[in-house]
C-alpha cells in the first residue's frame, strides 16, 4: 500500500463528476487499500478516489472521536463504491468542516442530521444504511467530492 499525493483545490480532477465502478477487481482493491492508507497518513476521517487523482465514485469513511467531535462513533473504515443518497432528513445540523484537499482551513457547513444510503461493498455487494450525526455528515462530505463538489462551493 502507498501514500499517494493528495490534490489540492484547484486542480481540475477534483471538479469533476467521477465514473461509477463497473468492475470489482484487484485494482479497485488496490486503490481502496492506497486510499486507506494515504487518509491514514493525513489524519483523515475520510477520502474519496478524486482526491488521489482517480475519477472512481469511491470513498472511504473512518469516523472516530477527535476533539472536534468528540462523541463520533469509533467505527472501522467502511468503503463506499457508487454511492446513492435515497432520502434525507429535513432536520440540517451546522458543524465545521475540515478537507485533505484544502489545507489548514475549517468551514461551517449545514449537513441533512440523517440520510438513507445505498452503495456497494468492495465485493459488489449493493449495501443500504441509514446513517446519522458524524457520519452521516462525512457520507455527505465525500458524496460531495465525487459530484466534483468541495466545501469551498458549499460555504455560507
Ligand atoms: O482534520 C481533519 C481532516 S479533514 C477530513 O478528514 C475530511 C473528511 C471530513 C472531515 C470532517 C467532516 C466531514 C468530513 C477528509 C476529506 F477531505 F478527504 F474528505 C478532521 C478530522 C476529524 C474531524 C474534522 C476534521
Ligand atoms: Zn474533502
Redesign the pocket.
Known amino acids: 500500500s502507498a501514500v499517494l499525493p493528495i490534490a489540492t483545490v484547484g486542480e481540475k480532477i477534483l471538479a469533476q463528476h467521477a465514473q461509477a465502478v463497473t468492475v470489482f477487481d484487484v485494482s479497485i482493491q488496490s486503490l481502496a487499500d492506497d486510499m486507506l492508507t494515504t ?1 491514514l497518513a ?7 478516489a478524486p ?1 488521489v487523482f482517480s475519477s472512481a465514485a469511491m470513498f472511504i469513511m473512518a469516523s472516530r472521536p ?1 476533539p ?2 468528540p462523541d463520533a462513533p469509533n467505527m472501522r473504515p467502511v468503503v463506499v463504491i457508487n454511492p446513492r443518497i435515497l432520502e434525507t432528513s429535513t432536520q440540517m445540523e451546522l458543524a465545521e ?5 484544502i489545507p489548514d482551513q475549517r468551514v461551517k457547513i449545514w449537513r441533512h442530521a440523517q440520510i438513507k444510503v445505498q452503495y456497494h461493498d468492495l465485493n459488489g455487494n449493493l449495501i443500504s444504511d441509514i446513517l446519522v450525526g458524524f457520519v452521516a ?2 457520507f455527505q ?2 458524496f460531495d ?1 465525487i459530484q466534483g463538489i468541495t466545501l469551498l462551493e458549499r460555504s455560507n
Do not use: D, K, P, T
Not at 493525513?42 to 474519496?48: E, H, K, R, S, Y
Open positions: 487518509m493525513a489524519n483523515g476521517v475520510g477520502i474519496a482526491q477527535n472536534r467531535y468542516e475540515g478537507c485533505l484537499s455528515r462525512i462530505h465525500e467530492h
